[in-house]
């Protein structure tokens, strides 16, 4: 009886110890997968957040590039110190772009990565102010040079019309001027010989006689003087030409007198002015010209009648 007790109590002692280890095996089985499954699960929600924060980090990054380009684009002539800008701006987003460009970028690459556009975005603040103040300064150098264009300009124009007028001073100056008029009816005969008349009748030539006074302004040279006559019916005598007058235009003239002027010395001028048919009576008025300016004139009168 005994010994059946005794069997009996060791089955069921193997029997417990059977039971026992299949529950641990089966606590442990489901302990590992459990901890799997959280590790899966912890896992897949870090690689989501490093994802999540990419696509964050990419569109930052997206906006700050076409910040630069678009500065880049607007500013093609820069000085040295913000082309050296550019270039460090330009390292630091090749820098950035290879991390983004990874698939399986680890945690502390993003979080690099973060810093990176934010000072990435700092110097491109940077720069758009020194940009702007470069700008700025442009905008006053060309406001300067603008106004500095303008009164050179004015000191030209200036200078042109001084000179213009130095030379219209000049031009005036330079001009000869007549004076000591002598005017007088003549009979030249054949022979040679004259004798004053103020008869119409008996007066074939008029002598117009003047001298050019001293003009220091007036180089020597030749010179042309234009003698112009106006007929007591106030027609020009003579066909000589057409001369163009500073102050009256066009003007008819009798005949021109070519004379040989010494500087600043006084020069005689005789000229004779024949008619074969009898003169008009009454006033005869005599201009000369020379260089369009009128530099003097008489005038003298013959007669119908009388001895002389």
């Given amino acids: 009886m005994r010994s059946e007790t ?3 109590s060791n089955k069921i002692i193997i029997g417990i110890l059977i039971v026992a280890i299949i529950g641990s095996w089966v606590y442990f089985n ?5 901890t799997k499954a959280e590790l899966t699960i912890e896992s897949d929600t870090k690689i989501a957040t490093i994802d999540s924060a990419k696509k964050v980090l990419q569109l930052q990054f997206d906006a700050a590039s076409i910040k630069v380009d678009s500065l880049t684009a607007a500013n093609t002539e820069m000085s040295s110190d913000l082309q050296s800008k550019t270039i460090e701006i330009g390292k630091l987003k090749s820098n950035i772009g290879s991390i983004l460009k990874k698939k399986n970028a680890t945690e502390k690459e993003i979080e690099e990565a973060k810093k990176m556009i934010a000072e990435l975005n700092n110097q491109i603040s940077s720069l758009a102010n020194d940009l702007a103040k470069a700008q700025a300064e442009n905008k006053e150098l060309n406001v300067q040079n603008q106004n500095l264009t303008t009164q050179n300009t004015t000191l030209n124009t200036n200078l042109n019309t001084t000179t213009q007028e130095k030379e219209r001073i000049q031009d005036i100056a330079s001009t000869l ?14 022979d040679g010989s004259e004798k004053k008349t103020n008869n119409t009748r008996r007066a074939n030539t008029i002598r117009v006689s003047f001298q050019i006074d001293k003009n220091r302004i007036t180089p020597s040279g030749p010179q042309d003087l234009y003698i112009c006559i106006t007929a007591p019916d106030g027609k020009a005598f003579g066909e000589g030409g057409t001369i163009t007058t500073r ?3 066009n003007k008819a003239f009798s005949n021109k007198v070519a004379v040989q002027y010494e500087q600043n010395a006084v020069l005689p001028v005789s000229y004779d002015v024949k008619n ?14 020379n260089n ?5 004139e008489g005038k003298t009168s013959l007669k119908k009648g009388g001895l002389f």
Avoid: P, R, W
Wanted: proline fraction near 0%; hydrophobic fraction near 30%; charge should be negative.
């Fill in 6 to 8: 005794n069997g009996n």
């Fill in 30 to 34: 489901y302990s590992m997968n459990s």
């Fill in 177 to 190: 001027h007549a004076s000591s008029f002598n005017i007088e009816g003549l009979l030249i005969k054949d």
């Fill in 247 to 249: 102050e009256d235009g």
């Fill in 276 to 289: 074969a048919n009898k003169f008009m009576e009454g006033e005869y008025k005599i201009e000369v010209y």
């Fill in 292 to 296: 369009g300016f009128k530099i003097g």
